[in-house]
């Protein structure tokens, strides 16, 4: 059931390993040579040590708790969320059924990301330090879980820049984008209104894979633009763009059945 993924040129394949697809903090990017695990220290078995200071100042010191959060939110956000429930019942249809206890990790993680997907071990990560709340939990978990969902139907293959590109622009296009974020990042006004959510799309997907793969600005800016056009037109499986304050992702969950996805 290949869409886009099939028809894009593998001869961008980087040599280097892949590691995550991140959901980044705004305006946040680490100044470091080592990507994707060493952001999740937790995935390289590391166990986490809150430093004595940190604890004094209650910086730290309440993982135990903080993981407990996380998976209640993680929780809520199956039950409730309607984009995460269209996006479970559309990997069910394709033969990767979703479980949140195997494919669902809180961790510990680097304070420049707030989750990731780790294509090793078909695996999200919500960073409980970064994403405390159900609405931030709910946004990384829709992101991620398009690039989980491209890797079970679309072989996604995270080696090839392409590829890692055209599922950023994807997560970005159906998850993220709208005027308002548009505006905060800089990139909407009102005279540009018809271009804005494009644009959102194309600097959340390059910032995504400047994190993910340590390429510069031009590596990551030529690649989108290489793979934009079909990418950003498969909106499969939400089958919409999600406004702000609207009932797009109502609408979408209704729909799902109509396409195959049993909810």
């Given at each position: 059931?290949?869409?886009?993924?099939?028809?894009?040129?593998?001869?961008?394949?980087?040599?280097?390993?892949?590691?995550?697809?991140?959901?980044?903090?705004?305006?946040?990017?680490?100044?470091?040579?080592?990507?994707?695990?060493?952001?999740?220290?937790?995935?390289?078995?590391?166990?986490?040590?809150?430093?004595?200071?940190?604890?004094?100042?209650?910086?730290?010191?309440?993982?135990?708790?903080?993981?407990?959060?996380?998976?209640?939110?993680?929780?809520?956000?199956?039950?409730?969320?309607?984009?995460?429930?269209?996006?479970?019942?559309?990997?069910?249809?394709?033969?990767?059924?979703?479980?949140?206890?195997?494919?669902?990790?809180?961790?510990?993680?680097?304070h420049a990301v707030t989750g990731g997907y780790d294509p090793?071990?078909?695996?999200?990560?919500?960073?409980?330090?970064?994403?405390?709340?159900?609405?931030?939990?709910?946004?990384?978990?829709?992101?991620?879980?398009?690039?989980?969902?491209?890797?079970?139907?679309?072989?996604?293959?995270?080696?090839?820049?392409?590829?890692?590109?055209?599922?950023?622009?994807?997560?970005?296009?159906?998850?993220?984008?709208?005027?308002?974020?548009?505006?905060?990042?800089?990139?909407?006004?009102?005279?540009n209104i018809r271009q804005t959510h494009g644009e959102c799309?194309?600097?959340?997907?390059?910032?995504?894979?400047?994190?993910a793969r340590n390429v510069t600005k031009e590596e990551a800016?030529?690649?989108?633009?290489?793979?934009?056009?079909?990418?950003?037109?498969?909106?499969?499986?939400?089958?919409?763009?999600?406004?702000?304050?609207?009932?797009?992702?109502?609408?979408?969950?209704?729909?799902?059945?109509?396409?195959?996805?049993?909810?």
């Open positions: 059931m290949n869409r886009v993924f099939s028809s894009i040129n593998d001869s961008s394949t980087s040599a280097k390993e892949p590691e995550f697809s991140q959901s980044t903090q705004s305006n946040s990017s680490p100044n470091n040579d080592n990507w994707g695990y060493d952001l999740y220290p937790e995935r390289k078995g590391a166990k986490y040590k809150p430093t004595w200071t940190r604890r004094i100042m209650g910086l730290e010191g309440r993982e135990e708790l903080d993981k407990m959060k996380c998976e209640r939110n993680v929780y809520s956000c199956v039950v409730k969320h309607p984009v995460i429930k269209l996006m479970m019942a559309s990997l069910k249809s394709n033969g990767c059924p979703f479980d949140i206890r195997r494919h669902i990790s809180c961790e510990v993680c680097d090793i071990t078909n695996q999200i990560v919500v960073c409980q330090n970064t994403a405390p709340t159900e609405n931030q939990v709910g946004g990384v978990m829709s992101h991620e879980m398009i690039h989980m969902f491209d890797w079970c139907v679309n072989d996604l293959d995270f080696k090839n820049l392409d590829h890692l590109a055209c599922t950023e622009i994807r997560a970005a296009n159906l998850t993220h984008c709208s005027f308002m974020s548009a505006w905060f990042d800089g990139s909407a006004s009102p005279f799309v194309k600097i959340k997907a390059m910032t995504s894979v400047m994190a800016t030529a690649a989108i633009d290489r793979v934009f056009p079909k990418c950003y037109a498969d909106l499969e499986p939400i089958g919409r763009r999600i406004r702000r304050n609207s009932e797009d992702m109502e609408r979408a969950y209704a729909e799902g059945p109509m396409y195959g996805y049993g909810t």
